[in-house]
């Protein structure tokens, strides 16, 4: 019996060895990647669209597992100072990959593409080509799709934008020219308007009508870059009036900043870039992807950081600091490299779509979180608003007074709320009646400011209101105007209440119930893009957006 089983474990040994001797070794694909003067060690190489990548030796070469039957078979290679490049690897047997470098200098005389349909082909025909949906039967949006919803689509033709800048409303009807006084201790300073003259809002143009000023620099920057302080967005047409455009993103390159990591004060917007606009019949294009090609593609870091967006979103006007989304990310927490988000993680999710262009233009496949969507989520989008915040309320009923406590928590936001724009404002109205609809008094507890607008609450106008309104106010230096959104004048931060990230704002109420029966309590919180008496001024129809709103009854 002994001897049985040693002979049957003798049996199994040497069946396990010969299984490992004679089982098929993992298939590779192997490879070299050079350039013009030699190999390439620290290149990425992956096969396209797939999520494992190797680098190369000091030899430039690398080892990658093949892919199984009906996979990718095209395997590309990228590396700092070059064009992504690739070959068909369907053998997976050895292959070369050559580099070839992009262009390490500016070439101010390129010829901006257009992100719609345009003459050319390939790369050098315009972005909506290949990267819109229209006519297709993909069932997502492609990233010229998305870049239309975008407000950045819109920032040469924005109606707010443009009569600002022109001292105009909606109609054409313009402001007088701005009145100065010189004295003999003050030197030129401006006066306030005429009260006897029809007023249409502030504007750029009234108060410095013989300057462009440096609003194209956000704006219109494709037609700034190379003229800075000298355009003037009322008569842009062609790629110029597309605001930020595609090909002006895709060509950044860098961002320059100071030591404490914010932009220079004197390089405003457009001023803060650095581009790589390529030489002639040359095309090149900077992304967050590492193996868009064939052609003159290259990986860029600078475009998933949120420093990619700090030109435009800081900016001191006279010293005071009035656009500051990117410094308030800067200080807050959602900055830390390892734990926070950038901008784009927040503005730029994925799409659920899995392909960035069109069938027809040679798109893969590719795993749906690696695409993100260039919409730019904000103001125009409701649902991403009212996530931004939490709302807290508490309500109680003692004795004769109705007690209210409202909480309003910046829980997913990386920046104040409201940000950037000084226009824009949060307002949050608490109002108590009683069974026949009668308001209760108030007897503590903030009221909402004359800003907020005095007249009928059913059209906006919340002044004198239970509630507190969250924005920062700016008050013209000389006029003393306030609130002022002719920040291109010299001006002083009046106050500032608005919520940082992660922090909160409470505010308490009490009311007197004088009478029996039920109370119903309504908080409503509201988003306003721009104070009222302006927006009538300037004949802007914007709604309120509402984040919240909750009734109770006591």
């Known amino acids: 019996m002994p001897d049985r ?9 040497l069946i396990a060895v010969l299984l490992t001797c004679c089982s098929p070794r993992e298939r ?50 990228w590396s700092e100072g070059y064009f ?26 390129y010829r901006w593409l257009s992100s719609y349909n345009s003459p050319g082909d390939g790369e050098h025909q315009g972005c909506e080509a290949c990267h819109s949906s229209a006519g297709t039967d993909l069932g997502f949006p492609l990233p010229l799709d998305d870049w239309q919803l975008d407000a950045h689509s819109q920032s040469a033709v924005n109606h707010r934008f443009l009569t600002m800048y022109a001292g105009t409303d909606v109609f054409g009807n313009r402001s007088p020219l701005t009145r100065y006084f010189t004295g003999k201790d003050y030197g030129t300073f401006p006066l306030r308007p005429d009260p006897e003259l029809s007023y249409y809002g ?40 597309e605001g930020i455009s ?29 581009f790589r606009r390529p030489p002639d019949d040359h095309q090149f294009f900077a992304g967050p992807l590492d193996d868009v090609a064939p052609g003159e593609d290259t990986y860029s870091r600078l475009q998933k950081e949120s420093a990619y967006c ?85 309500a109680s009923h003692s004795g004769d007074q109705i007690v209210v406590s409202v909480t309003i928590l910046n829980d ?42 005095v007249g009928d609450p059913e059209q906006g106008y919340f002044a004198g209101l239970p509630g507190e309104a969250y924005a920062k106010i700016l008050q013209e230096t000389w006029t003393e105007v306030f609130p002022s959104g002719a920040y291109w004048m010299p001006t002083a931060i009046l106050s500032d209440n608005r919520i940082p990230a992660l922090a909160k704002a409470t505010s308490e109420y009490q009311f007197l119930l ?12 509201f988003y306003r893009r721009a104070f009222i008496d302006l927006a009538d001024q300037k004949g802007w129809e914007d709604d309120d957006l509402i984040l919240y709103v909750e009734t109770i009854i006591l």
């Open 5 to 13: 089983h040693a002979g049957r474990l003798a049996n199994l040994l």
């Open 28 to 77: 590779r694909l192997t490879g070299i990647v050079s350039s013009e003067t030699g190999p390439i060690p620290g290149a990425v190489v992956r096969f396209k669209a797939q999520p494992n990548a190797v680098l190369t030796d000091e030899a430039g070469a690398f080892s990658l597992p093949c892919p199984a039957q009906n996979e990718a078979s095209f395997v590309t290679a």
């Open 84 to 109: 992504i490049n690739g070959v068909e690897a369907a053998a997976c047997g050895h292959v070369t990959i050559e580099l070839h470098a992009h262009p390490a200098e500016d070439n101010p005389d």
């Open 202 to 241: 502030p504007g750029y143009l009234l108060d410095f009508p013989q300057t462009a000023g440096n609003c194209a620099a956000c704006h219109t920057p494709v037609a700034d870059v190379d003229n800075p302080y000298r355009v003037s967005p009322l008569s842009l047409t062609g790629v110029a009036a």
């Open 246 to 274: 595609c090909d002006f993103c895709h060509k950044i390159w860098e961002v320059v900043l100071n030591d404490e990591g914010l932009p220079w004060t004197n390089m405003p917007g457009v001023l803060s870039y650095e």
């Open 310 to 394: 700090a030109g435009c979103h800081y900016g001191l006007f006279w010293d005071t600091l009035v656009y500051n989304s990117y410094g308030e990310w800067l200080e807050s927490s959602y900055s830390d490299p390892d734990n926070g988000k950038t901008c784009q993680d927040c503005h730029m999710p994925p799409t659920g779509g899995n392909r960035f262009a069109t069938v027809e233009s040679g798109s893969v496949v590719r795993d749906p979180e690696t695409i993100h969507s260039h919409k730019m989520l904000g103001i125009t989008d409701e649902t991403f608003m009212q996530d931004a915040l939490a709302v807290e309320v508490a």
């Open 412 to 453: 997913n936001t990386g920046h104040h709320v409201p940000t950037d724009s000084p226009l824009r404002q949060l307002i949050l109205v608490v109002e108590a009646q009683d069974q026949a609809g009668n308001p209760l008094p108030l007897l503590q507890g903030s009221t909402l400011p004359e800003w907020t607008g």
């Open 514 to 525: 004088d009478q029996e029966g039920p109370v119903q309590v309504t908080i409503r919180l």
